[in-house]
């Protein structure tokens, strides 16, 4: 029996074929591994998201003041708004073994990630860079974030209704809690996410401390005791009474129509 090969052509058609089917695989597998890694960048920024969201709904809307004495007896607010960082004090449940219904937080960002620390014990602000002796717990709730910045609501002493949004909240610069907070955090991609939130503890309804009203202006005043108002508090920002303080300097942006 005569046995028959592969001819030239035959040969050259198969090889042509292989590659074919080899290049279809490849590019297929190409395909899968990006969109693999691409569900997994929106899974951890959802995660991420989630943490912040959690971060701005659970300490930033319960933030309270509080004040503490220094080291010469001065009572002075645990309160530091920075444009990239903020410490603060916060209400919390209190049940079982935990010390207590309150927290101190401070948020900032190291190496890429934004970090919160938590302690039951007050932090100071003006021992904040050398103190390292008081007890906290770290967290990081976002990788691959390239700057966070914060920005201070407070009612619009030149605008009707309106609200001024500061990049800092100094203790000598206010005597009250800023009425929201905005947090803008720009991460590593180049894609940024912006989060407000009212701060409970001056919120219109609901107050911790005091914010009276002085004169025809609607402004107002706080008091540094923890005093409690009842009513409610609700999402978003409205122009509610303002700090009758304001210090004319750089780094305010306004908007008009706060709505009530």
């Not at 002796?133 to 770290?138: E, M």
């Amino acid at each position: 029996m005569k046995r028959s090969d592969f001819t030239l052509i035959e040969l050259v058609v198969s090889i042509a074929i292989l590659i074919v089917v080899a290049g279809i695989v490849g590019v297929s597998g190409v395909a899968f591994y990006q969109g693999y890694e691409r569900t997994l960048r929106v899974t951890d920024r959802l995660k991420s998201c989630m943490a912040i969201d959690n971060l701005m709904d659970t300490h930033i809307r319960n933030m309270i003041p509080f004040n503490w004495q220094d080291e010469e007896g001065t009572s002075r607010s645990l309160f530091d708004g920075e444009e990239n960082r903020i410490l603060f004090a916060t209400l919390r449940r209190s049940y079982g073994s935990r010390p207590g219904a309150l927290l101190f937080i401070r948020v900032f960002v190291e190496d890429g990630k934004l970090l919160v620390e938590y302690s039951p014990y007050p932090r100071y602000p003006w021992m904040e860079d050398g103190d390292e002796s008081l007890p906290a717990t770290r967290e990081v709730i976002a990788e691959n974030v390239e700057n966070i910045t914060f920005s201070y609501v407070e009612n619009s002493t030149e605008v009707s209704n309106g609200l001024d949004f500061f990049e800092e909240y100094r203790e000598e610069d206010h005597q009250v809690l800023p009425l929201a907070i905005r947090l803008k955090v720009e991460f590593t991609d180049g894609t940024s996410e912006q989060w407000l939130r009212r701060v409970a503890g001056v919120s219109r309804n609901s107050t911790f401390g005091m914010r009276e009203e002085s004169g025809e202006s609607g402004n107002s005043t706080q008091s540094s005791s923890a005093g409690v108002t009842a009513g409610s508090s609700r999402n978003g920002v409205r122009s509610g009474q303002g700090s009758g303080r304001r210090s004319s300097r750089p780094g305010i942006s306004r908007v008009p129509g706060g709505g009530r």
